[in-house]
């Protein structure tokens, strides 16, 4: 069974669990995940956090892989007790109406759920691969 692969120019569901137990929840789109290669299961990625705050939704981190299936990929950030806990899956219509991260009308199951994605967060005049 394959492990869930985070892939360049593509959105995903993110739900990011504080040590507080507070969630936070966002679309996420990912410009780049690449292993460390130190056998330690580090990765770094750099993202788009769609629903952070405006001006500083770009963003790079560094997490340790925790749980790799292949409907999910399970990871911190941070190796102390103030850990953050960040669950990534794929994107589907179902996640994003629950969370209401559409343009005001609930979406469909379509195969261009990545293109809507872009035209809802992506700033204006900005494609995906331009960002």
Known sequence: MAGFTLEPR????????????????????????????????????????????????????????????????LAEEGHTTAARALLFRELDSAWVNLHRFHSGRPVAERADLQAAMDRVFLPAGRTAIGL
């Open 10 to 73: 593509r959105w995903y569901a993110m739900e990011l669990t504080f040590p507080t137990g507070e969630r936070h929840v966002s679309p996420v789109l990912i410009f780049g995940a690449v292993p460390r290669k130190t056998g330690t299961g580090v990765l770094e990625i750099e993202f788009w956090h769609a629903s952070y705050s405006e001006g500083v939704q770009h963003k790079t981190c560094t997490l340790r892989v925790l749980r790799r299936t292949s409907g999910y990929l």
